[in-house]
């Protein structure tokens, strides 16, 4: 019998408390320390924009630091609990599989949260650390998913066009996995867990990883659910893109490696939320890498802030050095 748990080295519930006159919605995360901060703002939002229901956040960690789960703890409110799962070295995925460069636990953890739930709720939302809730979850959560494995979001036109030359799936329902609406029940039922494991270990190599897994085995038993549950973004340096988003959206996914957590973005949205969490007197990053410190320069020259556009500018040649070196 599979056994989830020899992939979890501790639980523990961090914050507990529950208002009886709301009932229960179940958010699952799976992220390490390096997406703790982003995965902070995700659970402030969705927090901030949920009200009246009390939210069970599971988060699923790999090496989160007590600091940032001191943090989480701040998020206590009298409708909010908060589980920790921490991933142990059992939890271990073909490496050559990983192409987007996403660590283990963060990438495919999604795997195992339904039959670790299953005995807790017959329904979990899963979401990215990338995302940010703009309204409340309730339409999402009262989906009946009865009859199939999960609700899904259609990807987009690109990425169902590049994975159509892939494989012999109906790319026209090719999901991205960023946000999943899960019958827990169901996907035990069918033995996702086992079977994904067993694929993303098989030797071959899947362009997106987990998410290509998820696609091929949960094909023709997937609902799926309007594009405002999971609205893709790509941003630039000024994030105009933000400004373009329908006044619908629910859930926003930045999905390219342009993160808005990174100090050369000027996403308002991030900051908004940012603000408004335990995590707003940390210092963020700056970039994930030289081009995107090279473009804020840029930036910073139409802005007419020469002085910083020249630091910053320098920055992304010691930065590129460096990288070479």
């Known amino acids: ?24 919605l179940h958010i699952a995360l799976g992220f390490d320390n390096n997406y703790a901060l982003p995965a902070g703002i995700t659970i402030t939002s969705v927090i901030n924009n949920t009200p009246n ?19 989480f703890k701040q998020l ?35 795997f195992i949260i339904p039959k670790l739930l299953n005995s807790i709720t017959e329904k979990v939302i899963y979401l990215d650390s990338d995302t940010i809730c703009l309204q409340s979850l309730e339409k999402l959560a009262n989906y009946n998913i009865e009859n199939c494995i999960a609700g899904v979001v ?27 609406l899960i019958n827990t029940k169901a996907w035990c039922q069918a033995d996702i867990s086992e079977k994904a494991l067993e694929l993303i270990n098989n030797g071959n190599i899947y362009k997106f990883a987990d998410q290509d897994v998820l696609n091929i085995l949960l094909e023709n038993k997937t609902y799926l659910l309007p594009i405002k549950f999971n609205t893709k973004i790509k941003i630039s340096i000024d994030a105009h893109q933000e400004k373009e988003i329908k006044p619908y959206t629910v859930i926003l996914h930045y999905i390219s490696q342009n993160k ?31 081009s995107s410190i090279r473009n804020y320069a840029k930036y910073l020259i139409n802005q007419c802030k020469y002085a910083s556009a020249f630091h910053y500018y320098i920055i992304y040649l010691i930065y590129k050095f460096y990288k070479k070196k």
């Open 1 to 24: 019998m599979y056994n989830p748990q020899k992939f979890i080295a501790s639980i523990n519930t961090i914050v507990k408390a529950s208002n009886l006159n709301y009932s229960t």
């Open 53 to 71: 229901f009390n939210l069970h956040f599971h988060l699923f960690i790999d090496q989160v630091t007590e600091s940032n789960i001191e943090k």
């Open 260 to 290: 808005p957590w990174y100090k050369v973005y000027q996403s308002e949205i991030f900051k908004y939320f940012f603000q408004q969490s335990p995590w707003k007197d940390d210092k963020i990053p700056l970039s994930g890498n030289s």
């Open 154 to 180: 259609s990807d987009t036109n690109d990425m169902q066009e590049a994975v159509s030359k892939m494989y012999s799936l109906d790319s026209k329902r090719y999901f991205n996995a960023g946000v999943l």
């Open 76 to 110: 206590a409110s009298d409708r909010i609990t908060i589980t920790t799962y921490k991933i142990n070295n059992n939890f271990l995925i073909n490496p050559k599989t990983l192409v987007l460069h996403i660590p283990n636990a963060s990438t495919c953890i999604r």
